[in-house]
């Protein structure tokens, strides 16, 4: 049974085509991976599905009464509200039938025979509701959810406004998974998870009753959670069966063959064409040649795919530092409030190391304050006089200036050739060049960002969750950069995989919080 058919959409942003007469369904139980290179277009096909877009063309048609729940990338939480309060709006039709329920109880004592009978028929019914659907044990379930994604750790009476932004992403996340609703949508879940809680998410959607879509550039977690993929590349949506590894396999094949079709027709059109050209002219063969252009006229081309241009990063080293590159003393991180006990710690010149641990621990206030940026709870931190630092932030606001604008305001002496090799050597093309930044997908301002530290020489690369929105290709490539680079990087990550083999240390937050983890 289809749940959601997706008939001939067509969608662009001006002259930007996104995706052209895309067909999807989505069946009962199924749970499928979205996937594509970035910029390909997968947030605007959630957008279009959930109403937030509507197609140039085609059609949406969802079956009737299904309820869908959609994390992407941009939700909001409301300020004020605790993280229990927001957990708790969830259930909001529970608690809404509750007072119906406590409404009907006051009422009872104002009245007699039928109307009696009927509000205590209405009271039985509402009861059963809850109990069926587990309304009294709500308070277990948060608590077990909140535990599994990380946000006991935070304190679920804690402030919303008072989160960072990852552990704002957790709080939309254990809230969806709450309302257990028929159809997830999910935009990159595991983008501010740890280990721990990618597992406990992993188990989840594995056991999930319902169907899901997730967009995820996390290979071995789609590998282990989806048993349908759809691929989108140049506009198009094209549908396989299994895992992650078996559409690679499957894409392989199926581009193989085009590429050995492409070349037989070449070959065809060229001796076609050989003909009509020799013998087109003369009578005795010319009826012969005018059917051979009838088979050409006739013949449906094969195209092949246009490349992606892929990206390509390289970090310049600058002068060398002193054999420190940053000393703390003592050092308690937080704002406010200690999140650590005294750490004292040492970078020494070309050491590459990757800060590991669960959420809200300080990894980024870390980060930040080693850089000067925010000033420690106590102790001092010393940079070396001659240390030049890249930074890539986190979390960055996307503006209106073009991606092209963006690399000339900080580097006002480059030519716009030279903006716009840059920018391609980054896997962008001209359409994403000229693109506002706040348009751009996530992996798209990912590579504009990177692209920056590329064109300024350093000798302390600092890297916080680099790898959130970037495709595969991106990633392999940013691998092979920070391998390649001759100098100290320091490096925040929830993806060992990317960064194992990278690094000379790793460093664990967890064993300098006072937080109990």
């Known amino acids: 049974m289809s749940i959601l058919t997706v008939s001939h959409v067509t969608h662009g942003f001006g002259a930007r085509q996104i995706l052209k007469d895309a067909s999807f369904r989505l069946l009962k139980g199924e749970h499928v991976g979205l996937v594509g290179a970035n910029g390909e277009g997968k947030t605007t096909f959630l957008d279009i599905i959930t109403g937030k877009r509507s197609p140039d063309e085609g059609t949406v048609e969802w079956c009737s009464h299904i309820t869908t729940g959609y994390l992407d990338q941009f939700s909001v939480l409301e300020k004020g509200k605790t993280i229990r309060d927001i957990l708790r709006g969830a259930f909001a039709p529970m608690y809404a039938l509750e007072q119906e329920m406590l409404s009907q109880y006051d009422r009872m004592g104002d009245c007699a025979g039928a109307e009696l009978e009927k509000l205590m028929a ?70 501010f998870l740890d280990e721990n809680h990618i597992a406990w998410l992993k188990r989840f959607l594995q056991n999930y009753e319902n169907a899901f879509i997730l967009v995820s550039h996390d290979v071995p977690f789609l590998n282990d959670v989806v048993n349908v993929i759809y691929h989108v590349e140049n506009t198009v949506l094209t549908r396989y069966s299994g895992n992650y590894e078996q559409f690679q396999e499957l894409y392989e094949v199926k581009k193989r063959q085009l ?77 406010g409030e200690p999140l650590t006990r005294p750490v004292s710690i040492i970078v020494e010149r070309n050491q590459k190391i990757a800060i590991r641990g669960v959420n809200g621990l300080g990894k980024s206030t870390l980060l930040k304050t080693l850089l000067g940026l925010i000033p420690p709870v106590s102790g001092a ?98 691998r092979t950069a920070i391998r390649n680079y001759k100098g100290t990087l320091l490096l925040v990550s929830h993806e060992p995989e990317f960064y194992s083999d990278l690094v000379t240390q790793i460093w664990n937050a967890e064993d300098w919080t006072t937080k109990l983890i």
């Open 122 to 191: 209405d009271v039985g019914e509402i009861q059963e509701i809850l109990e069926r659907s587990g309304f009294y044990v709500l308070d277990s379930r948060i608590e077990e959810y909140a535990g599994g994604l990380g946000l006991g750790d935070i304190g679920l009476d804690r402030d919303v406004s008072e989160l960072s932004g990852g552990q704002r992403a957790k709080v939309l996340l254990t809230k969806l998974l709450l309302e257990n609703p028929m159809i997830l949508i999910l935009d990159e879940p595991t983008n």
């Open 259 to 335: 590429e050995q079709a492409y070349e037989k027709q070449q070959k065809e059109i060229a001796q076609l064409e050989d003909f009509v050209a020799r013998n087109k002219a003369r009578a005795a063969t010319a009826t012969l040649a005018r059917s051979r252009q009838k088979r050409l006229d006739k013949m449906e081309i094969i195209e092949l795919d246009r490349e992606k241009p892929k990206p390509t990063f390289s970090f310049s080293p600058a002068r060398t530092p002193s054999r420190e590159v940053v000393t703390a003393k003592n050092l308690v991180l937080g704002y």
């Open 381 to 478: 931190v010393e940079l070396d006089q001659f240390a030049e630092v890249g930074y890539f932030e986190q979390e960055e606001r996307g503006n209106d200036h073009t991606a092209l604008e963006e690399i000339w305001n900080e580097f006002p002496g480059m030519s716009n050739g030279e903006v716009r090799s840059a920018l391609a050597k980054c896997g962008l093309t001209t359409e994403h060049i000229t693109t506002q930044m706040r348009v751009l997908s996530g992996g798209e301002n990912a590579k504009v960002r990177l692209c920056k530290l590329m064109l300024r020489p350093m000798n302390l690369l600092v890297l916080d969750e680099p790898t959130n929105h970037l495709d595969v290709e991106a990633k392999e490539a940013l």
